[in-house]
């Protein structure tokens, strides 16, 4: 154990560290990795085998996830009151992103003591950077849907009309299902897919989400997913007459005329009103 360090302020550093590639750390956060008296750590064995590569030994590590957060806040106020460097790292990128963080972080900047951000990799900024997408207008990041099935088609639905690109981790078990609703959901629309950021099997796909859906029906997904789903866009990729062809083929394929223009409707943010009037009349004629 670290002796006190009484005449000092007691410091917490939120570390970022490599989401895959290992050499993807800055100098600053191997430099606050040396320095530290305390480790938090979202998973030690990944965190220990970081330090080992890079050859930093004797430090303390306490591991520090969702579910023990609470119960080691008062364990990080002695450490800081004592004066110790306390570094706070996640199992991959920024802490507090779509990890644990927050309220420790919201608990020291109460107790009146500094916590120093240490910048670094992110999954999140990695993945945006080759998405080849506009992004000067903003986006939405949602991290990772929920579990249940009911809430996630509940946000869905709140999404569908939502006109800036949405960003979601996506963990493999759930990826297929999650592909499948928002289909079902958002309508076909354009996603970029990023699976393995940094690593060996690094690969960024565009697709269609229906696409994207019937391939991963015949192919299992592994590994680490991150996606970005198209905004609704005002403006419909098809013609008046495309849209009204499309209608008359969802009715042969067994849509009642009125579910079929529901669906022509909300899929490319017409007026269902409206658009069931030109069909009638295209019906008529």
């Not at 802490?95 to 951000?117: N, Q, T």
Request: glycine share 8%.
């Amino acid at each position: 154990m670290c002796a006190d360090r009484a005449g000092g302020k007691g410091l917490l550093y939120v570390v970022a560290t490599p989401i895959g590639n290992l050499r993807d750390i800055t100098l600053r956060a191997l430099e606050v990795l040396k320095e530290a008296d305390l480790i938090l750590c979202e998973d030690t064995r990944t965190t220990r085998k970081l330090l080992t590569y890079y050859q930093i030994s004797g430090k303390r590590l306490r591991s520090f996830y969702k579910d023990n957060e609470a119960q080691r806040v008062p364990e990080v106020l002695e450490a800081l009151r004592r004066g110790w460097k306390v570094a706070l790292v996640s199992e991959a990128g920024t802490p507090g992103i779509s990890d644990p963080g927050a309220l420790l972080v919201r608990e020291v900047r109460k107790a009146a003591f500094a916590v120093v951000p240490v910048p670094g990799p992110s999954a999140l900024t990695t993945f945006l950077s080759v998405s080849g997408q506009d992004l000067s207008g903003g986006f939405m990041f949602l991290g990772f849907p929920p579990a249940r099935k009911t809430e996630r088609k509940k946000l869905l639905q709140q999404l569908r009309d939502y006109p800036y690109p949405m960003v979601f981790f996506v963990p493999p078990h759930r990826l297929r299902t999650f592909l499948r609703e928002a289909l079902e959901i958002l309508g076909d629309r354009s996603v970029v897919l990023g699976h393995e950021l940094t690593k060996m099997h690094e690969e960024v796909r565009s697709f269609s989400l229906r696409e994207a859906a019937e391939y991963f029906e015949t192919t299992a997904p592994k590994g680490e997913y991150i996606l970005l789903l198209e905004g609704r866009s005002n403006e419909p990729d098809l013609s008046m007459a495309e849209i009204l062809a499309a209608i008359e083929d969802l009715r042969r394929k067994g849509y009642p005329l009125k579910e079929a223009v529901k669906e022509m409707a909300r899929r490319y943010g017409l007026s269902t009103k409206e658009l069931y009037a030109l069909a009638l009349r295209r019906k008529r004629d």
